[in-house]
């Protein structure tokens, strides 16, 4: 075997000798073949390596450890922008190769230039064409991560770009993450256009994140609030009741409004803005407005404030004229209405209350509402005035005459009216005359021959009735009025048609529990009670069924009348009794002696013993 690989490297020597014979130059091979094939690299020929020194490789891996990255590692490395095409950058990250990012993951920096230093993250070592493929989106990721972490510890103020609204808030950039800056966090005044921060680069400090859900929430007010917090102090330190300060319309809510004092907020009660009643403060101010408000009171530590508008003008009772007084007549506004009356303002911030029971004559009281509704312009008259404790009460019905002054001579006892029905009671209707002249029908007034529970059974309201005063009590200002007074009582009538012992025909009603009942008429109807149906073959009297009936009762006072069928043919017995009685005493008397007869015998006998015969 070694003669074969002798002549295999002497064919090789001859090979290469008749390579260089052009060469001008003699190789060491040539020159001194001996040494040559001594020294040759056996091991070299045969595997087609060339075997490298173990120190020389030590010294390679250690060039290479020092200035090439492991690609194999997820690890976010620095990269320096080489070459910018118009699709991609090539980026050099001392690897064995240079590798490619697409323009897309820079939109964000617009201003990229060939050796800008950017984060990248090997995304494939190598692809179809062996080329080294970075991202520097996942990169900015993994990085904005850390980032955004590090700032929430230690409160970093970062930079954030708002993309755009959502609900409730913006969505902003930061660190290439998307964090959600909420509505209240954008400033210490309530927003109302959102629009016009989108698309704007601002400061933020991160204040929540969940790392769970991977949600960030970010605050642009908070940076804010620590200047406004040392303003606030001194301000708050300076506050004294009754100072007067100079601020901003912040809110306006249904309750009132929120000024800003520069830093310090303080709220206007709705009855602190104006000495007039007012439904809603945006009567008086409006948002953004500027105005003079004056400290009226504030809690301890002056976190609240309570401020006033209506304080810095006189108070309209100050400026009432000194010559109004009780009596006279005003005009004013409706401004309020309750269940027990009307407030009138007379003069800007000066109001007298019309209590119900002064708006109307009539004891009947009703609701305000029923006279009058806010905004009505109306006249009425002073009844009592308190400037000290600026209390004003007012009366309309003092415009119109008392019609109880003449009531004696206009309704005396007797007279009768029509009447308008105004309202109902358990125990009857109250029918108003005129205004102010109310009477009370009682439920037993109201007809002489219907038994009424209720005196909706009978009417309605508003329905006209005719009545009779029956009672005047001037001193009370009550009058009792009778509505059945105005016809004749048809049970005056019904007296003699209906008298005891009377006979009637009718057919049987209603068969009740105790009996039966019967219509006469409309007016008349009688009740048979139970043993008094029983007909004279024994049967009882059935609905619906004709019969001969007797009265037995009349009550006119109490409207009761009781009949009977049994009475009916019972009396002609008790008459056929009567005769046959009064015959056979007849007949008795007849056959007896009389005493006159037995006297007559007596002296007979007397004298014949005397021997007179």
């Not at 922008?81 to 590798?99: H, L, M, P, Q, W």
């Not at 309201?461 to 001193?475: A, I, P, R, T």
């Not at 105005?486 to 057919?507: G, I, M, Q």
Request: hydrophobic share 40%.
């Amino acid at each position: 075997m070694a003669e074969n690989k002798t002549k295999e490297a002497e064919v090789a020597v001859e090979a290469t000798e008749a390579k260089t014979t052009q060469a001008p130059v003699v190789s060491e091979a040539q020159a001194n073949p001996e040494k040559f094939l001594k020294e040759f690299d056996w091991h070299n020929y045969e595997e087609g390596i060339e075997q490298v020194e173990d120190t020389k490789l030590e010294e390679f891996e250690k060039l290479v450890s020092e200035n090439f990255v492991d690609t194999l590692d997820d690890q976010v490395v620095e990269g320096t922008v080489i070459t910018i095409t118009d699709r991609d950058a090539i980026i050099d990250i001392n690897a064995k190769s240079e590798g490619v990012i697409s323009l897309n993951e820079f939109r964000y920096n617009p201003n990229l230039a060939v050796g800008d230093k950017v984060e990248v993250l090997i995304d494939v070592r190598e692809d179809a064409t062996g080329q080294l493929v970075l991202s520097h989106r996942k990169a900015r990721v993994i990085k904005a991560w850390d980032r955004v972490n590090n700032a929430h510890q230690t409160g970093e103020i970062v930079n954030g770009f708002v993309k755009c609204r959502t609900k409730g808030g913006m969505i902003v950039d930061v660190f290439g993450i998307e964090a959600f800056l909420p509505g209240s966090q954008i400033d210490v005044k309530p927003i109302r256009d959102y629009d016009q921060y989108v698309n704007k680069t601002m400061e933020f400090k991160v204040v929540k994140i969940n790392h769970e859900f991977k949600n960030i929430v970010v605050s642009h007010k908070a940076l804010i609030e620590a200047d406004i917090e040392e303003q606030k102090k001194e301000i708050i330190g300076q506050l004294e009741k009754g100072q007067v300060l100079e601020g901003v319309v912040k809110n306006i809510t249904s309750y009132g409004v929120f000024v800003d004092l520069g830093g310090v907020d303080g709220l206007v009660h709705i009855t602190d803005l104006s000495w007039s009643r007012i439904n809603h403060p945006n009567e008086i101010v409006e948002l953004d407005q500027k105005l003079n408000v004056v400290i009226l009171d504030f809690d301890e530590d002056k976190s609240r404030i309570q401020l006033g508008l209506k304080q810095l003008s006189k108070h309209p009772w100050e400026a009432l004229a000194e010559d109004v007084k009780v009596g006279d007549k005003v005009k004013g506004k409706v401004v309020v209405i309750a269940d027990y009356g009307a407030f009138i303002e007379v003069a800007e911030g000066v109001e007298g209350l019309v209590h119900v029971s002064e708006m109307s004559w009539s004891t009947h009281l009703r609701s305000a509402q029923d006279f009058v509704s806010v905004g009505d312009e109306v006249e009425a008259v002073i009844l009592t005035l308190d400037r000290e404790d600026r209390k004003m009460s007012l009366g309309i019905k003092q415009l119109t005459p008392d019609p109880w002054t003449d009531i004696t001579s206009k309704y005396p006892v007797g007279s009768k009216h029509s009447g308008i029905v105004r309202n109902f009671t358990n125990f009857g209707v109250f029918v108003e005359l005129e205004e102010g002249i109310d009477g009370l029908i009682y439920i037993s007034d109201l007809s002489w021959t219907k038994k009424i529970k209720h005196p909706s059974e009978f009417c309605n309201v508003g329905d006209k009735l005719d009545v009779v005063v029956l009672e005047l009590d001037v001193e009370g200002r009550k009058l009792s009025l009778g509505h059945k007074q105005t016809t004749e009582n048809p049970w005056d009538k019904y007296a003699d048609e209906f008298a005891l012992n009377s006979t009637h025909t009718a057919k049987i009603t209603e068969i009740v529990d105790k009996g039966a009942t019967v219509e006469f008429n409309e007016d008349i109807v009688a009740f048979i009670p139970q043993r008094h149906l029983e007909k004279e073959d024994g049967s009882k009297l059935k609905k619906g069924e004709e019969a001969e009936l007797k009265i037995i009762e009349f009550n006119k006072e109490f409207k009761r009348v009781v009949a009977s069928h049994t009475a009916v043919f019972r009396e002609e017995e008790a008459k056929i009794v009567k005769q046959a009685a009064r015959k056979a005493e007849a007949a008795a008397a007849e056959a007896k002696p009389t005493l006159g007869d037995a006297n007559d015998a007596l002296q007979a006998l007397k004298d014949k013993m005397d021997g007179k015969k």
